[in-house]
Structures are given as C-alpha cells and as structure tokens.
C-alpha cells in the first residue's frame, strides 16, 4: 500500500500517530488547518480500517491484533461518527490544537482497542481512550471543567482497577493473554473466580458505559466537555463500553453457560441481574432527565438511559435480546450524536443550553429544528427511524423472556422520553423567541451538513432494518451465540410478531397525503405574527411568556419520594468516612514528635532486618 | 387486493364519519344525564364542515399547520394497523407494540404544532398531556403485557382467533383485572373527566387546542374521531374478540359509553393526583393481574 | 378582488347550525348565560356552545357595558377570531350607554368600535330573549344576511379611528402597521386642534370625543 512495505495494521498506527503530532504543530499556525488534517487523518485511516487483514502480531512487545465483524461495526461506528464530528469542528476554529491531538489519538485509541486480541494491548489502548478523553474534558481548565474532569478521572480509574484486576485473574488462572487462549481455558476456571473476573470486567466497562450506580461522572462530563466532543463522548465513546460489556458477557462467558448460577424464567440469574440493573437506569436516568434545567443535561441524562435499554437487552440474552441491543447501540450513537451537534449548534449560537433562556429557535434555525425532529423521532423510537427497530426487538425479546416487571420498568423509561425530547425541543425551537435572540443565524455549513450525513443512515436503517439485522446475525453467529434469523430487508419477525418497516413508512405517507389533502380542502389562512396568540384578550408584548423553566413541575411534585433516592449520597458518605479516617491516621502518625519518628525508624527497620533473614532462609 | 385497496381508502372516511356521531352521540347522552335536551347526534359533522369552511385562520408557522396534518396522519396508520371487524389490513405487519408507537406520532406532531403557535397554554397543555401520559401509558402497558403473554403472541390477529367463539372465549374473563386496568387508562386515553386536565378550557384555554381554530381545529376534531374508535378498539380487541363489522362497533361505543358515564358526572383531578391515581391504583390492579397471569 | 360575501348554502346552514360563542363577561349579562346553557334553555340544542379562544369561536357575546379598558381586550379578541364571525350585544348599554349613559369611563355606542350584527334590547335581557336572539341569528346566518366581519374590514380605517380616540390602537390592533398610521393621524389631528386652540375650541373637541366615547 502506498509502496510502503507496512502492515496495514503498522500503517494504522503511524496514520493516527502522524496525523495527531502534524495536526498538534502545524494547527498553531492556520485556524482551519487543523480540522482539515484531522479530517484527512480519519479519511486515510477510514480507508485503512476496510481494508485490515484478519491477523496481525507483534513480536516484542508481544501484542495481537485482528479483526472481526464485532470490532467492525464499531469501528465503522467510531470513524464514521468521529469523521462527522470533525466535520461539525471546521465550525470551532477556535478549539485548541491540544483538542484536536487528543481527539485524534481518542478516535486511534479506540480503534486500535476494538481491534486488540490481546489483554495488554487491551488494556493499554484502554487508559490511552480514557486519558485522552479526560484531557478533552478538561480542555482549557476552568473551576467547573476541572471539577467535571476529575470526577471523571476516579470513576475511570476505578473502572480501569476493576478492569484490570479482572484481567490479573483471567491471566493468571489460564496462563495465556489472548482472548483466544482465554475463552479456551476459562471452562477450567474455578466457578468463583470465574465469577469474579466477569462481574468485575462488566463493573469496570459499565463505568464507561455509564450504568447506574457508575454513571455519576457523566452528567457532569458531558456537561462540561467541549460541546462539538460531547456528541462522540456520548455517542460513540459510551459505546466502547458497552463493546467491553459484550465481550465480557457472551465471548468470555460464553452466554453464561459456564456460570454455575441457577435461572429465572428462562434466563441466567447473572443475565436476569443485568436486565434490573438496565432496567432501572433505563427508567431512573429518564426521570432525572425529565426534570433537568440545563439542555446538555437533560441530554447526558438521556444517553444514561438508553444506555440502561442496551445493558437490558444483553441482560435477556435472548437471540432478539441481544440483536435488539445491538442494534440499540447503534440506534443511540447516531441519534445521539445528532441531538448532541444540534445542541452544539444552538449553544454555538445562542451562548447557553439553559432551556429557559431559549426557545422560539424555529423562526431563525430551521434546518437544525428539522433535524432536532429527526434525533427525537429516533430517540423516542417512532416508526421508519432507525429507533423503532431496535426499541421494538428489546420489548419482544423481554415480554418473550417473560420479563415482566422490568418491561413495565422500560415501557415506562421509553414513555418519559416523550416528555424529555418535547422538553428540550420545545424549550429550545418552539415557544416564545427570547428578546436576546432576535437575530441569531443559522448554523454554519459544517455543522448542518453534519446533521444530513447522520440522518441518512437514521432513515435509511429505519426502513431497512433488516441491512443491520444481517450484521447481527453475523456477529451471534461468530460468538457461536444465537441469532435472529426470521428477517427480511424492511421485516423483522420474533415469535411475538412482526414488523414490516417499509410498509410502515409507506403508508404513513399515504396517511400524510390524507392529511395534507383535509389541509387543502379547508379554508384560506392568514400568517399571524408569534406575539399574536390568545391571551385573554391581553397583549404580551412586553411580558416575557416563554414556558421553559419547571416544565414538569407538577411532575417533579409527584415523584418527590423517588428524586431523593441518590447513590450520590452514598458516595459523598463514602468521601467523607475516607476523609475522617485518613485524618485520624494523619494525626496519630504525623505527630509531629521526633521520639515517635523514631520509633517507627526503629520497627521499620526491623522488620527490614526480619524480611533480609527471611528472604536467605 | 383491490377489495383491500379500496377498503383502506373507504375505511378512514367511514370511521370518521362514525367517530364525528359518537362525539355527537356523547354529547347527546351528557346532555340527557345533565336533564337537557341536548344537540342532534350529527351535531359535530356540522362543525367539522363549518371549521372546514372558515376562513382566515390564524397561521403561526409551517411546523404549526403541519401539526393537526400529522396528527390526522398519525391516527388514520394508526387505524389501519387494528383490524376493524375481522378486516385485517396491515395488522400483519406489526403487532401491539408497533401500534402503541404509531398511535404516538399523532400526539408528537400536535405536540410541535402547538409548540410553534408560542402560547404558552398550549405549552402548558401538553406538559400536562405528557404527564398524563407517563402515568397511563404504564397502566396500559401492564395490561398489554399480561394479554401478550396469555396469547402468547403480540400480533392483534392471532389474539382475536383466540378469542372466537362466544362470549366466554372472550379475554375479558381470565384477564379480567387487565381489563379493568385498561378501561380506567381508557379514561385518559379518550380525555375523558376526570382526566380532562390537558384540555381544560377553564383553566388553560383548551391547552393544546388554544391556537388553533378552522380547519386546523376541524382536522384535530376528525382526530379526535379517528382516535375514539381507535382506542377503544384496541380494548374491543384486545379484550372483547373482536367481531363483525357491526359488532364491533357496537361492542366499541359500549366501551365508549361506560367512559362517557363516568365523564357526565365527574369533575377533575389535578394533573398530579391523576398521575399519582394511576401510578398507584390501576397499576396495582394490573399487576396483581399481570402476576396471575404470569404464574399460571 | 370580488366583493366578499357572507357566506350561503351549504357552508351558510353549518355556519348557522354550529355557533360557537366567545363569552366576554363583562357587566351583568354573564349572569344571564348559565341559564341559557343549562337545562331549562339549553342552548346546544342549536349548536350553539362555549369556546374558550377567539380562534375556535364564531360568535363573540358582549354582555352589557364595556369600560374603555375592557374594549381593549374586546377588539384584540375580536380580531383574532377567524371570519365569519359575528358579534351580539347585550343590553342597552351596547346601545346607547344604558344606566352608563353619563360615565366618564365606559363606551356608550358599540358599533362605533365593532360591527354589532344583532342587539338584545333589555337590562338586562332574560334568557328567553337570549334564545330568540340566537335564533335570528341562525335564522339570518343561513340567509347570509349578517356580514359584520365585512364591514369592519371595508370600513377598517374608520373603526380603527374610532378607536383611536379612546384607546392605545397601536397596543392593542394585530394590523399595527394600519394602527400606527391611524394613530399618527390622529394624534397630528388632535395636536393641530390644541396648537390653535382657544378654550372654547378645546370644549367643542371634549365634546366630540365624548359623543363618540
């Protein structure tokens, strides 16, 4: 390739190496320089990633790599929204060069962490991603950004610690790094650590996945981070967790066959545990997001949730449970990244994602209303959007699994997500026009054209579902797991039902044009100006009449009992009991007398002496 | 296939027409329990030609004229998603779950229409609509379950043929505490007292509806058509086994009338407290059902 | 552009079988609508029912006087209703003042500020005049004999001056562009009439006003 006599695997590497340092130098000297060699970077290393070969090792240090349909899809994923989002950053000139290092060495992290097969390569890409994202995080510094990110930063390193105690055991008890050598030998683990290993594997990749009780970080992260990056943080990065999450639970545990657990309707009690654990994110972050003031809250809120649906899915493990959260995962990284940019737009825009601050945007961005509808329509999962399908799988994967109480848990979250999608496209497009936004533009050319590539495949997905039920099925079949299998390109069949996509969406537009039709049919009408509504009677020009602030009051009022539940609480008791503790032991050692110094120089060196005699013995 | 056709386009007209008399007829009936004498049956076929026949009508927006289109378009798929007396039409190609999405988009696209006409009743309406929502959705969800997984399938058609011959086949009797839980998510689903607070024209002005008069309010009149005969079919079916053209929408405006009688002489709940209602009472029955169901 | 036209045949027996009424209560004649509603009149037996907006309602019900600050809303909400509409007063305070006759503060003709299709004479009027209004009204409604609504758009400058007199049009019209040429008219007016004004030249304009007002 290129004459270069490189492993396409090499080449990847020097890709995102290269295209990171010259991106870092050269962007101190031209505003859009670097946009533009990130974007030339993605591209090359695009091209690169679909032409990989299956295998590639390195002798020293010893690190494997290859890739499979699994890592695949999420790396496309992860080029192809991460090529979009840099795309949007042509429209952020003024992020830093250090930005654009990290992004890029984020998006190669990533990569090369789907594409690792062994537990160091693994692991090293994995505190690269995590790194890189707490340097983006933190950006420029700032009170709240430090804050943000470092709250980050320990829920990464725990999850890192649990990740890789997790790997000590798996390492140790198969005596072999590779993935490979590792679901070979797991069988022989004794039951308990095998346990172990995977409960802590997913506990350390739920941090980043943003499970409840690990999400803490989140809200304030996706808050604080630079807005353009929150839509791959959300939409992409999540992802990898979720990407661990599969690994963990259907390669290592095989489906949790090998977990010596008893079953619950069907399904593993491991499995059945995960499903709470989604379902209640699912639902719980959903009711926090309905109450939120700030947009990229609300928004953060909402990615949690949907994460929950996706743990869910994985948590029934059934054929459909697993396509449906697949597919899920999917569905959320692209409208997720949509709504994020969008959101990017306005705050470029406007100046504030505090939502009563906004509204009325519909009259001055159009465009990026239309595609808020988009992002909603999917996120709310309404048919012929990409959403529909892979909410519609999980619900027949649980109500077949016999999933009672949880589905009534997801049917819940899922109906809360009306509530917080009008929220935030009311108060932001709808409504009263703010007197301070009187003139604000549409987005620039970057960012809108950013929400047309992402809602192709929204669409386009929507109606076929069946084009991403194929790559599903390939994945179960590769894992040996099981797939969905009765489908067609626009049908999808469970023994519940079925769902023709296409048929949806064609007849909604006959439905439309019936509607359109009534429209014609009726009498003339008159453009009125926005200040002229019914009001008693009274004029509102001088009133301020916007309704943004405490949309759900009386809601809010009624779920009282269920806001003050808080693992935050927990963790602030946690923080505080360290914190006492560590200062008695501070107090009681560093007495500040020299004869207690010496004592402990004495027994110190005595046990030195005990561990000297020990050690030639 | 042209029977089908032509039934399809014939069938929302036919509906309309019998939605447009059952909101005559309710009003009628309210009338007769208030000791009035009370307006014709077709009564509200004469305002839908009258709000069709106004003209300049206040027009806030693209999005807000779109709205009431979207949400006749929302309900008419929605109609031919439920096989109307034993006349499935797509009901083949999506099952409950499928419907309960579709019946959404006509809500969503008024929602947004509302929006745009920047009153902030209209606002305040649908916040309270969406409430609503979240609270009876969940109910009707507990009860959708507990029928799924009694029929075993979640497609309308296999659980009408289950439910063929006779009034004992019917789901109403060994789903009876589901039953029971829809009929009163039903209440708020039709808008009916005492879960009327999104529309309230005595305290927000109508709400959603206060911006929007003519042919706009005429187009969300034959959605409110559309949607009776909808929801309570989707009771008729799911719980009363369908039936013959006829039977069915007699079996439907006897759903409709046990809703009605209790909207005649009730008045309103807060928006919280319905919300609470729901998510203590009928959800309770639900579920006591949805576990009966669920172990046997 | 054709003369417009009230309208006839089918639309003309809908518009008069479906009036939806937009009360403002103002005086004592919102008293005498609950009986007209409830079971001893029952008005729906025509169609006739309470709207809550301009924008659904057909029929906008002045029930007895209007002070100058509630003429305000009354216009406003007369002009967002959607045409046809039409427009009822109650008592003789819609027609000539009534016991208001010598109030500083309230209106004593209507129909200088809103074309009136029908007055109930009466103070108050009983609802059984009430039900014999409506009647008419559907009556002459399915004849196309009421064209208000058309009357006040060819005659718009003169009502809007009309207004101006008493009232902030600029507030309180939807056209503020006519409102705010209007009120620019009459207020060079006004301020010409007290640039050369002798007392007896102000008294004479207090006068008019208050024959208008």
Known sequence: MFGINMNPYELLAAVFGLGAILTYLLGHFDRHLKTWLTLITLALATYIFLHLPNEYSLESPSLLFGIDKLSWLFGILTLGLGTIVAFALLAYPELSPNFYFMFILNIGASIFLLLSRDLVAFFLMWELMSWTIFAMILGDGGAERGRAATKYLVWSAIGAAFILFAFAILAKSTNSFEWSGIVAGISQMPSGWRVAAIALLIAGFAVKAAIMPMHTWVPDAYAESPHPFTAFLSGVLSKLGIYGIFLAFFVLSARFELVNMPKIFGTHIFGYILAWIGALTAFGASLIAIKQEHAKRLLAWSSISQLGYILFGFGIGSAIGIAGALFHAVSHALFKTLLFLILAGVIKRTGTDRMAELGGLIKKMPLSFIFAVVGGLALAGIPMTIGFPSKWLIYEAAIHQGFIFTTVLIFAASTAVFLYYYRFVFSIFLGELHANHQDVKEVPFPIWFSYILISIPIFWLGLFPGKAMQIFAEIAEQFDLPAVTNFTATTITTPLGSFNALIVGLVFFASFAFGLLLYFIGGRTRKVHQYDTFLAGEADEPVKLHYGQRFFYFLERELKPLYRISVEKIYQFVAEFTRFVADQVRKGFFCGNAQAYLYYMTIFIVILVFAIWRIKL | MTGQILWAIFMPILVIIIGLIYMGLARKITARIHNRYGPPFYQNIIDVIKLFSKKDVANHGVMFSLGPVIAVAGMVISLLFIPIGNRPLLSFNGDIIVLLYLLVIAPLGMALGVGEGANPNGAIGIARALTLMLGYEVVLVIAAVAVMIHAGSASFMEIIRQQQGGVAHWFIWPLFLSALATDIALQAILGEKPFDQPIAPHEIASGPMVEYGGKFLGMLQIYHAIAIIVETGIFVNLFLGGGSLVWWFVKSFAVFFVALLINAVMPRFRIGQAFKFYWTYPAAIGLVGLIIVAIT | ?213
Not at chain 3, 130 to 147: D, P, S, T, Y
Not at chain 3, 176 to 197: D, G, N, P, T, Y
């Open chain 3, 1 to 213: 552009m054709a003369k417009e036209r009230p309208p006839k045949g089918l639309k003309g027996w809908a518009q008069g079988r479906s009036l939806w009424i937009l009360q403002f209560c103002t005086g004592c004649g919102a008293v005498e609508l609950p009986p007209v509603m409830t079971s001893r009149y029952d008005m729906e037996r025509f169609g006739i029912t309470p709207m809550a907006t301009p924008r659904q309602a057909d029929l906008l019900l002045i029930t007895g006087y209007l002070t100058v600050k509630t003429l305000k809303r009354v216009i406003r909400s007369y002009e967002q209703m959607g045409e046809p509409k039409y427009v009822i007063g109650f008592g003789s305070c819609t027609v000539n003042g009534g016991m208001y006759w010598d109030s500083y503060n309230t209106i004593k003709r209507l129909d200088l500020y809103l074309p009136v299709d029908l007055y109930i004479a009466g103070c108050m009027p009983r609802p059984e005049a009430i039900i014999e209004a409506f009647n008419r009204l559907i009556e002459g409604i399915k004849q196309g004999k009421f064209n208000g609504w058309i009357r006040y758009k060819e005659n718009l400058r003169w009502y809007k001056r009309n207004q101006a007199m008493i009232m902030d049009i600029r507030k309180w019209s939807i056209d503020k562009k006519l409102a705010e040429e209007v009120w620019r008219e009459v207020q060079e007016e006004r301020r010409k009439i007290f640039e050369q004004a002798t007392v007896p030249h102000v008294y004479e304009y207090a006068e008019r006003i208050s024959e208008v007002g």
